[in-house]
């Protein structure tokens, strides 16, 4: 059974600093994509950043160049540094990696709250 744990959401004030760690515990093969998405009240989930097998990112306009999207494939692990907060980021955020099966798995999800 693959899971997905998240940490690292809180509540920050704007402009401040979040870094959201996802993690990939038990049996998954070759992990291809991974990336964050987001879904604040009302809305659709949304893609935030995304990264391949070979490091080539992408970010959503709302996000670029406040969030850095990384990975450690030794860890299986997905990292989002995300800078220069606006309490429109508020959300709750979700890591999703695909293997090389295009298999998909989900976290839990974790709230980032960006007070004004």
């Known amino acids: 059974q693959v899971q997905l744990v998240e940490s690292g959401g809180g509540l920050v004030q704007a402009g401040g600093s979040l870094r959201l760690s996802c993690a990939a515990s038990?049996?998954?093969?070759?992990?291809?994509?991974m990336g964050w998405y987001r879904q604040a009240p009302g809305k659709q989930r949304e893609l935030v950043a995304g990264?391949?097998?070979?490091?080539?990112?992408n970010y959503a306009d709302s996000v670029k160049g406040r969030f850095t999207i990384s990975r450690d494939n030794a860890k299986n692990t997905v990292y989002l540094q995300m800078n220069s907060l606006k309490p429109e980021d508020t959300a709750v955020y979700y890591c999703?990696?695909?293997?090389?099966?295009?298999?998909?798995?989900w976290g839990q999800g974790t709230q980032v709250t960006v007070s004004s």
């Open positions: 990264i391949s097998s070979v490091g080539r990112t």
């Open positions: 038990g049996r998954i093969f070759g992990i291809n994509f």
């Open positions: 999703n990696m695909n293997d090389r099966y295009a298999v998909g798995y």
